[in-house]
């Protein structure tokens, strides 16, 4: 019952990353879903291995870098954030109190340059990939995933800077 339940949740978390990663494209006619596109996102809960941490760290980068100017200042981070805390809201990988603030996220990732850039958010996420595997095996189980998933989520700043 639990790894259905889990499973539920991972596909649910999956789609709402797939909408903020990659928001429909928009014609004269409305938004056109793409679900090939949609397939290919992953969620910070159903990362399992260290690739899958990679790839979850290039799908958000491509999300946040706003401006396609190859890395992701603070204002982008912070709206990146507050758009996946609001998709993610009442799942297990919803950020809360624990949860850093973006701002507190962003300079934690962005090192001395304040911006962060594909290798250094890949890095990170690598990290908390190292910090969930609990027994080393270099997967995740469910709850490991659980705990990877609470470690790259943040709460939007509330002090309205970004």
Do not use: C, W
Not at 53 to 65: I, N, P, R, T, V
Not at 90 to 96: I, N, Q, R, V
């Amino acid at each position: 019952m639990k790894n259905i339940f889990l499973a539920g949740v991972a596909a649910g978390a999956l789609a709402i990353s797939a909408a903020v990663a990659n928001p429909a494209e928009k014609t004269a006619s409305g938004p056109v879903y793409e679900p090939s596109q949609a397939a290919q996102m992953i969620a910070p809960v159903a990362v399992t291995t260290k690739e899958d941490s990679a790839l979850l760290a290039e799908q958000q980068f491509a999300a946040a870098d706003s401006n396609a100017d190859g890395s992701i200042d603070a204002h982008e981070f912070a709206a990146f954030v507050a758009d996946a805390a609001k998709a993610s809201a009442g799942l297990p990988s919803a950020p809360d109190d624990n949860s850093a603030t973006a701002d507190e996220a962003f300079k934690a990732i962005a090192k001395d340059d304040m911006k962060i850039s594909k290798e250094e958010l890949v890095e990170a996420r690598a990290q908390s990939f190292k910090a969930a595997d609990a027994d080393g095996d270099k997967a995740l189980d469910a709850l490991e995933q659980q705990r990877f998933a609470s470690l790259v989520a943040a709460k939007p700043d509330q002090s309205g800077e970004h």
